[in-house]
T-cell receptor, first 112, second 112 residues
Framework: NAGVTQTPKFQVLKTGQSMTLQCAQD?????MYWYRQDPGMGLRLIYY???????DKGEVPNGYNVSRLNKREFSLRLESAAPSQTSVYFC???????????FGSGTRLTVV | LAKTTQPISMDSYEGQEVNITCSHN???????ITWYQQFPSQGPRFIIQ???TKVTNEVASLFIPADRKSSTLSLPRVSLSDTAVYYC?????????????FGKGTKLSVKP
């Protein structure tokens, strides 16, 4: 009964490096999301995938790309990391369009 | 988009009832209201969801007035373990899930 699993939990990157954050859910949910959380800013939506095969931009998509690999997996890629992308990243999944999400435990990313 | 406004922080003592209010003046007819709890270094956790009047579960109660322009999360007899950040989310049922925007949250501190 894992729910939403994110890897890695911690990562330090140098400016300009690339990396992919992985997310997988085992609840057979159709929708998946990537959020970032910064101090005093709450949770901001980066990208989401309403169903397998579709992705859409959220509130803060610049500098990121996503891939909905299959129904279970939704990855977030930083092609050229910048210090402004230092944040905690949360993946979530849902089958409740009213706003009921299950979140992962997060990835803490530092870009130096 | 249904924006939400919450107090930045609140203080309470163990055993007291805590009420956290969220304003959502431009809530749409089909929107639901969902509250989440987040502990440090964890992802947000679903607490309660409602559409109108009152909803109660084993953790909290949610009060929604007739005009639905605000909602109040009520935590009965809080303990130290209720210290967390609480987010309200207004969901667009049947619409784009990219329109689900989290507010900045209310940091609740419970003191002994």
């Amino acid at each position: 009964n894992a729910g939403v699993t994110q890897t890695p939990k911690f990562q330090v990157l140098k400016t300009g490096q690339s990396m992919t954050l992985q997310c997988a859910q085992d609840m057979n949910h159709n929708s998946m999301y990537w959020y970032r959380q910064d101090p005093g800013m709450g949770l901001r939506l980066i990208y989401y995938s309403a169903s397998e095969g579709t992705t859409d931009k959220g509130e803060v998509p610049n500098g990121y790309n996503v891939s909905r690999l299959n129904k279970r997996e939704f990855s977030l890629r930083l092609e050229s990391a910048a210090p402004s992308q230092t944040s905690v990243y949360f993946c979530a999944s849902s089958d409740d369009p009213r706003g009921g999400y299950t979140f992962g435990s997060g990835t803490r990313l530092t870009v130096v | 988009l249904a924006k939400t406004t919450q107090p930045i922080s609140m203080d309470s003592y163990e055993g007291q009832e805590v009420n956290i209010t969220c304003s959502h003046n431009n809530i749409a007819t089909n929107d639901y209201i969902t509250w989440y709890q987040q502990f440090p270094s964890q992802g947000p956790r679903f607490i309660i969801q409602g559409y109108k009047t009152k909803v109660t579960n084993e953790v909290a109660s949610l009060f929604i007035p007739a005009d639905r322009k605000s909602s109040t999360l009520s935590l009965p007899r809080v303990s130290l373990s209720d210290t967390a950040v609480y987010y309200c989310l207004v969901g667009l049922y049947g619409g784009s899930q990219g329109n689900l925007i989290f507010g900045k949250g209310t940091k609740l501190s419970v003191k002994p």
